[in-house]
């Protein structure tokens, strides 16, 4: 699987799920970009990224100077005349931070419009998107979302292996997660995975499979105080956490199993 969307309701762990299997991918040896499009970045203290190397990465959505250069309008504004096909290409090399075999791009928030905002900042952000998931094809992309399917559009959901809901026992959670799914089909996302976190026992692995939505579950994440001692250190949770290591591994093993199952 090597477009992968994770996704689900604030705080159930989304990403913790994209930095471990970023981290997996990174020591198979696979060119791994990681995209924070969450409304609130963090996923960078996440993958343990030194907090130097954190205080140089600027959103994208911010760039006000590279967004006038590449669609020919200021941001903040909506409507007159700017270009819809911006030019991307060396956005990825050139406005990431690397760390471990590790490229992260944060997105950023358009900050006024909605998700229906025809503005310079929406179509550069968009166009990324779909440049890093239609264009680089030899790269392992894994988008942390909000909760939602805003940066993704008809025309580029084709182009997602994978949409990974993630979940806690929970009916909030679940909740979400069945909405996520609605919207997802609207545009055509074709496979839906549902990953359970912070699950503590049969109990709770029972409750997500009657209550939640009817999706494949790709393996089951435990309840991990080291995850929570890993963010109070500042470092990453592949590094803290070996328990949910080993199950992310499983999760990342039954992904390249269904896309070698569905490419025969």
């Known amino acids: 699987m090597s477009k992968i969307a994770v996704t689900g309701k604030g705080g159930v762990g989304k990403t913790t799920v994209t930095s471990l299997l970023a981290h997996i991918y990174a020591r198979q040896e696979r060119k791994v970009i990681v995209?924070?499009?969450?409304?609130?970045?963090?996923?960078?203290?996440?993958l343990g990224f030194p907090a130097e190397l954190v205080a140089e990465i600027t959103p994208i959505a911010e760039m006000g100077e590279l967004i006038e250069e590449r669609t020919g309008a200021k941001p903040g504004g909506s409507g007159g005349w700017f270009k819809i096909n911006p030019m991307v290409e060396d956005i990825p090399e050139r406005f990431s931070a690397q760390y471990q075999g590790i490229r992260l791009l944060q997105l950023g928030t358009v900050?006024?419009?909605?998700?229906?905002?025809?503005?310079?900042?929406?179509?550069?952000?968009?166009?990324?998107?779909?440049?890093?998931l239609l264009d680089r094809s030899s790269d392992e992309v894994i988008m942390d979302m909000e909760a939602g399917v805003e940066h993704l559009g008809r025309a580029?959901?084709?182009?997602?292996?994978?949409?990974?809901?993630?979940?806690?026992?929970?009916?909030?959670?679940?909740?979400?997660?069945?909405?996520?799914?609605?919207?997802?089909?609207?545009?055509?996302?074709?496979?839906?995975?549902?990953?359970?976190?912070?699950?503590?026992?049969?109990?709770?692995?029972?409750?997500?499979?009657?209550?939640?939505?009817?999706?494949?579950?790709?393996?089951?994440?435990?309840?991990?105080?080291?995850?929570?001692?890993?963010?109070?250190?500042?470092?990453?949770?592949?590094?803290?956490?070996?328990?949910?290591?080993?199950?992310?591994?499983?999760?990342?093993?039954?992904?390249?199993?269904?896309?070698?199952?569905?490419?025969?």
């Open 111 to 132: 900050k006024k419009g909605g998700a229906g905002c025809i503005c310079p900042e929406s179509v550069l952000l968009k166009t990324l998107v779909t440049h890093l």
């Open 156 to 264: 580029t959901a084709q182009a997602v292996d994978a949409f990974l809901i993630v979940v806690e026992p929970g009916r909030r959670s679940l909740q979400t997660a069945e909405l996520i799914q609605r919207l997802a089909r609207d545009i055509g996302i074709p496979r839906l995975y549902l990953v359970p976190n912070n699950v503590r026992d049969a109990r709770d692995q029972q409750f997500i499979q009657e209550h939640g939505p009817d999706l494949p579950i790709l393996g089951f994440l435990s309840h991990s105080p080291d995850a929570i001692e890993a963010d109070m250190q500042g470092i990453s949770v592949f590094e803290k956490a070996p328990q949910l290591v080993k199950e992310a591994q499983l999760i990342a093993a039954e992904l390249d199993r269904l896309s070698a199952a569905s490419s025969s």
């Open 35 to 46: 995209i924070d499009a969450d409304p609130s970045p963090n996923l960078a203290w996440a």
